[in-house]
């Protein structure tokens, strides 16, 4: 596995190479990014949504980048924003100003990853709470170790789900289950989030690492920009009525039927070989 220290490190130059908040290397044509901030079962501050964003930043930019494994150091995945980070007391007048922060941070994050031209997984390794539960869930394929879990932690601090997790709740597991989950703020162990459909997969602690990248290698030999857009017409698909999903259909597959990889694909087929596909 190599290191690029892509430009994530860069973002804070007050910090050692060696220490960066979010840890960047390369599988093949895989990325893995890692929450680096264990002893705060690695919430989020100012200064770790800034790496992370240049780490996507990077995703997005490098043509070479087919798969993107997102995961945590230590013993938890992600526990949301640090509520001691003084960046959550944005406000002018003193007071938090949680808005101006969600504006900030979580609303791009958010974005950054529905935008990826490249299929996302998130490696969720312990507990992911609040926006860390929400951050894990939008990306495309959740996989997560059995003594994980998921904890809409909001609730409990007088707060509503964000990081998407007003859109994606509802849309995961239903009204009555995200409601559930969202008003009692209970744990929600790995298992039973399968059970439910909130994730893809919950795989034995020791497997998680390794049924990842697994996947996340198959992945990136598939049509990339095909898996993307799959992604793109199924999130606007909620948006739109019956007629209206068909006619995005027909306009994606129009793009996706002008690209080298659905020659390839079909070339490949009638060849009876393995297609290679580059387009992303
Ligand atoms: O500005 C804004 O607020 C806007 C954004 C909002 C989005 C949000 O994400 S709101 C939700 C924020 N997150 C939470 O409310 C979760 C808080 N954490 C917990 O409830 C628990 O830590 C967990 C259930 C996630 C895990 O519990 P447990 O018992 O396994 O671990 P712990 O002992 O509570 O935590 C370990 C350490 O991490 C501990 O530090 P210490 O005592 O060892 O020095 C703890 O303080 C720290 N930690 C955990 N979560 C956070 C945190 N520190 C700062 N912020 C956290 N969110």
């Known amino acids: 596995m190599t290191d690029p220290r892509a430009s994530a490190a860069q973002s804070a130059p007050d910090r050692p190479l060696s220490e960066p908040l979010v840890r960047v290397a390369d599988d093949g044509a895989v990325r893995i990014l890692t929450l680096n901030r264990p002893a705060q079962l690695n919430s989020f501050t100012a200064a770790m949504h800034g790496e992370l964003r240049a780490a996507l930043d990077s995703v997005a930019a490098d043509g070479g980048v087919r798969a993107l494994v997102i995961t945590g150091a230590g ?19 003193g007071a938090p100003d949680v808005g101006a922060v969600i504006e900030r941070q979580y609303r791009p994050l958010a974005n950054c990853i529905a935008d990826l031209p490249v299929p996302v997984i998130a490696a969720v390794n312990g507990v992911a709470a609040g926006a860390g539960a929400n951050f894990a869930l939008g990306c495309d394929l959740v996989i997560a170790a059995r003594s994980a879990s998921f904890i809409q932690a909001f609730s409990r601090i007088g707060l509503i789900p964000d990081c998407g997790g007003s859109w994606l709740l509802p849309r995961l597991v239903g009204r009555a289950r995200a409601l559930g989950l969202a008003m009692t703020g209970d744990k929600l162990p790995a298992e039973q989030a399968e059970r439910m459909g909130l994730i893809w997969q919950c795989v034995d602690d020791a497997l998680l690492m390794d049924s990842a990248l697994s996947l996340a290698r198959r992945l990136a030999a598939m049509p990339t920009r095909a898996l993307a857009q799959t992604r793109r017409a199924f999130d606007a698909a909620s948006r739109l009525d019956y007629d209206g999903a068909l006619a995005l259909e027909a306009r994606l597959q129009g793009e996706l039927g002008r690209q080298a990889d659905f020659a390839e694909g079909v070339a490949a087929f009638l060849a009876k ?8």
């Open 75 to 93: 013993r938890g995945f992600c526990a949301g924003q640090d509520l001691a980070d003084p960046d959550m007391n944005a406000g002018a007048d």
């Open 273 to 280: 070989r393995a297609p290679s596909f580059r387009d992303r």
